[in-house]
Every structure is written in structure tokens, then in C-alpha cells.
């Protein structure tokens, strides 16, 4: 009989137990678990932020790891990294680089974005019959439009491009000299420009692309002083002269 009284007697206790757990207790510990929850979902996500900075970094050659560091976490600067197996060398070349009597870091990319004033300054024809007749044997029967498609290549070999459209339209003129000018956006973290010119004769039944195919480049833009005027000749095209200037501000 002992035995029963005390079997009951615990399970009052713990029914009363139970029954102490008031509803406010069981929100406050649903709103501590929903805070904690939200806590670890701002932490992931300022870690992928964190991540994410960093990887730009490493991209633009701006990062203060160092280039191996770059290298095994994202893959960027590669070149710069010490040689290793680890290493998968396919990046281009380093593009920083100190002074050996000065603390002051150069870079050979753009630390920031600029401006490219791009101006065309001379044409010339120099063979005949573009329109399939000799023209009196007048180097001026060509009806050229002149455009030039304009790349910019970051460390890593990534690029952005860019075309002027046409800057110059002539008809039946062999030759021309002025300043035909477009301004273009050169991006952030550009080491190498590259300049492509076309030259199209118009004709009524098909265009002819009278190009040489050749592109020029400058490298190691982040050395280049603003207004630092670059020229540039087509000197691949065998049909034509052409020349053209830009600098960056």
C-alpha cells in the first residue's frame, strides 16, 4: 500500500512540475531560439561579404595577402605566387611592383577608373580600285568608315571592351587629317590596352573589310600619367595609312 502512495505521489509531482511551464515561458524561449537563429544568419552572411571583398581584392591586385595567399584561396596572381605545386600557373605576371630606394608602391593596373580621350587624326588610301575600277588611277575612289574596337585587360588576363562607332565616314576621298574624338569609360584594375582598328569600304552590294586584322597594344597602364598622350599606327594595313592618339584622365 506504501508503495502505490508513493508511485502517485511522484507522478502529482511531476504533473504539477509540468504544469508550472506558463504559456509566456514557452514564447520567450521560441523568441530566443528565432534570435539566435537570426544572429547566425547575419554572421554567415557578413562572412560571405567578407569573402567576397577579399576575392575582389585578390582579382584586382589590391589585396594585403600576399600573392600565394591569393593564388590557393581564389586562384588569382598566380604568377606572383612562389613556385609550387600547389599553384596553378595560368594567370599573367605580376602587377605591382616597390622601389627598391622608395616605400611608395607602384602598380602597373589602374587603382581606379578613368577617362580615355581617343582621337583619330590621319587616313590615307593607298591602293586603287576599292570600287572595282581604277578611278584614272587615283588613289580616291574608297568610301572607307573607320571605327575601332578598344580592350582593356586586367592582371589576370580578364577583359572588357568597348567600340568608338564610327568616327569617320567618307565618300569617293582618298585621303583625310583633323580630329574625330569619342571619350570611353576605361574600367578599374586595367593593366593593358588593346586598340583593333577596322576600316570598311561601303559599296551598294556588299561592304568590303579593307582592315589589316592587326590590334595595338599599351601595357602597364597604371604607370601612365594622366594627359600622357599614346599615337598609334596602323602600321600592319598595306591598303591604307592610319593613325590615331588617346591618353587617359
Known amino acids: 500500500m506504501t508503495n502505490k502512495f508513493n508511485l502517485l505521489f511522484i507522478t502529482s509531482l511531476l504533473f504539477i512540475a509540468c504544469a508550472d511551464e506558463s504559456p509566456m515561458e514557452s514564447v520567450n524561449e521560441y523568441v530566443s531560439a528565432a534570435e ?19 576575392q575582389n581584392d585578390c582579382y584586382y591586385g589590391t589585396s594585403n595577402h600576399s600573392a600565394s595567399w591569393c593564388c590557393s584561396n581564389y586562384g588569382y596572381q598566380c604568377n606572383t605566387a612562389k613556385s609550387s ?4 600557373n595560368y594567370y599573367y605576371s605580376s602587377s605591382s611592383y616597390k622601389s627598391s630606394n622608395s616605400s611608395t608602391t607602384s602598380y602597373n593596373y589602374l587603382t581606379q577608373s578613368k ?5 583619330l587624326t590621319y587616313y590615307n588610301q593607298l591602293t586603287s580600285a576599292w570600287d572595282g575600277i581604277s578611278a584614272g588611277g587615283a588613289y580616291s575612289d574608297g568610301d572607307p568608315t573607320i571605327s575601332f574596337t578598344i580592350y ?7 577583359s572588357d ?6 568616327l569617320l565616314s567618307l565618300q569617293d576621298q582618298g585621303s583625310w587629317s583633323g580630329t574625330a574624338t569619342t571619350t570611353i569609360f576605361v574600367p578599374n584594375g586595367t593593366q593593358d590596352i588593346k586598340v583593333c582598328p577596322k ?3 561601303k559599296d551598294a552590294f556588299s561592304n568590303d573589310d ?10 602597364n597602364i597604371g604607370k601612365l600619367a594622366n594627359n600622357s ?21
Open 36 to 54: 539566435r537563429q537570426y544572429a547566425e544568419d547575419q554572421e554567415y552572411q557578413r562572412e560571405e561579404q567578407i569573402k567576397q571583398r577579399e
Open 85 to 88: 605545386s600547389s599553384y596553378y
Open 115 to 119: 577617362t580615355m580621350k581617343f582621337t
Open 152 to 158: 582593356f585587360i586586367a592582371s589576370g588576363g580578364q
Open 161 to 166: 571592351s568597348e567600340s568608338t562607332g564610327t
Open 199 to 201: 576600316v570598311i569600304d
Open 210 to 219: 579593307m582592315s589589316s586584322g592587326k590590334c595595338y597594344t599599351k601595357t
Open 229 to 249: 598622350k599614346v599615337e598609334q599606327i596602323d602600321y600592319n594595313a598595306t591598303k591604307y595609312d592610319l593613325i590615331w592618339e588617346w591618353y587617359l584622365y
